[in-house]
C-alpha cells in the first residue's frame, strides 16, 4: 500500500484479533509497529516493540503512547483499537451508572487521550484509525454502554478530524461488524456466531484481515483525501432490516 514503508505506527490492542491482524500487514507493507496492550504475555508473543497499557485504568493512555513512540523514534500513524467487545449487557432499569461511566472513559477518553499524545508528537502528515462498531450508529438490545462508546468514539474522529486537519492529520474511523477475532471465538457459542452470519448479506463473517485491510488503507497515502470518515465493514449488514436482529454484539 502506497506510503506505509518506514512509516511509525501505535497500535492500541495489537496483541490479538484485529489488533494483531493490523500489526501483521504494517509489518509486510515495510512499517515499523509498536503495540500497546494490557495482555503482556500475548504482547510479548507479536515480536514487535510493545508497552504495557491498561485504557480502563484513567490517564494512562497519554504516557502508554509516549512511551510506544518513543520505542519507535516518533510517531507517524496510530491506530486506537483497544477495548473488550460488547461488555456489559443489561437493560435499562438495571443500567448501572458508575460502569457506564467506565466503559465511557476508557472508550472515549481512551481514543482521545492517546490521540491528544501521538497528534504532539506528530511533526508532519499523519493518520488515526479509530475502532468503532456497527452498535456505534445502530441499536441492540441491552448494549447501552459499548453502542455509546462507539457512538462517542464516531463523534469523536469528526471532531479531532475537523481539528487536525490543518496539520494534514487525518482521522478516520473503522466500523466492523461480526468479526471472527478470539473475543467473538471465545464469546459467542456457535449457535450465536451461526446466528449472526445468517444475518450477513455476503454470507460469512469478517476475519480480522478484512478489518486490517481498511485500516491500512486509511493509514496508507491511498486515503490521503479522506478524513472524519466512517468505513463500514459488515458484509451488507447494515443494508437491510429484512433480517434476525436480536442478541447481536458485534
Ligand atoms: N470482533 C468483532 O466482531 C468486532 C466488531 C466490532 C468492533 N470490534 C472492535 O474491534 C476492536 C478489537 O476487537 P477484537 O475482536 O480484535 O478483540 P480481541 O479481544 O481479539 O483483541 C483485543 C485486544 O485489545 C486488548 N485490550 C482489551 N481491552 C484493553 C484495555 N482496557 N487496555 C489495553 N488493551 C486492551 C486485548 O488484550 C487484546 O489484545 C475493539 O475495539 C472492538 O470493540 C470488534
Known amino acids: 500500500m502506497k506510503g506505509l514503508a518506514d512509516r511509525k505506527i501505535v497500535v492500541t490492542g495489537g496483541a490479538s484479533g484485529i489488533g494483531l491482524a493490523t500489526v501483521r500487514l504494517l509489518q ?3 512499517a515499523a ?3 500497546i496492550d494490557r495482555d503482556t504475555e500475548s504482547a510479548e508473543a507479536v515480536g514487535v516493540p510493545w508497552v ?16 510506544a513512540a518513543d520505542l519507535l523514534g516518533g510517531v507517524d500513524g496510530l491506530v486506537n483499537n483497544a477495548a473488550a467487545i460488547a461488555g456489559a449487557t443489561a437493560p435499562l432499569a438495571e443500567q448501572n ?14 481514543v482521545l487521550g492517546a490521540t491528544q499524545a501521538a497528534a504532539d508528537l506528530m511533526t508532519g ?14 441499536a441492540s438490545p441491552m448494549l ?25 492529520i487525518r482521522v478516520n474511523a473503522v466500523a466492523p461488524a461480526m468479526t ?10 456457535p449457535e450465536r456466531q451461526a446466528a449472526s452470519i445468517a444475518a450477513i448479506p455476503l454470507g460469512y463473517a469478517g476475519e480480522p484481515e478484512d478489518i486490517a485491510g481498511t485500516i491500512g488503507f486509511l493509514l496508507s497515502d491511498l486515503a490521503r483525501f479522506i478524513t472524519g470518515q466512517l468505513i463500514i ?6 443494508l437491510t432490516t429484512a433480517r434476525p436482529h436480536r442478541g447481536e454484539i458485534a
Do not use: C
Request: no cysteine.
Open 28 to 30: 509486510s507493507e515495510g
Open 33 to 35: 509497529v509498536a503495540i
Open 52 to 67: 504495557e497499557g491498561d485504557f480502563a485504568e484513567s490517564h494512562g493512555w497519554r504516557q502508554a503512547v509516549v512511551n
Open 97 to 110: 451508572l458508575d460502569d457506564f461511566g467506565a466503559t465511557l472513559a476508557m472508550n472515549g477518553a481512551g
Open 125 to 138: 502528515a499523519g493518520s488515526v484509525v479509530n475502532i468503532a462498531s456497527l452498535q456505534g450508529t445502530n
Open 144 to 168: 447501552y454502554q459499548y453502542g455509546t462508546a462507539k457512538a462517542a468514539i464516531i463523534h469523536l474522529t469528526k471532531s479531532m478530524a475537523l481539528e487536525l486537519a490543518p496539520r494534514h
Open 180 to 189: 471472527l477475532t478470539p473475543a467473538v471465538k471465545n464469546g459467542l457459542s
Open 233 to 238: 465493514a459488515d458484509g451488507g449488514l447494515s
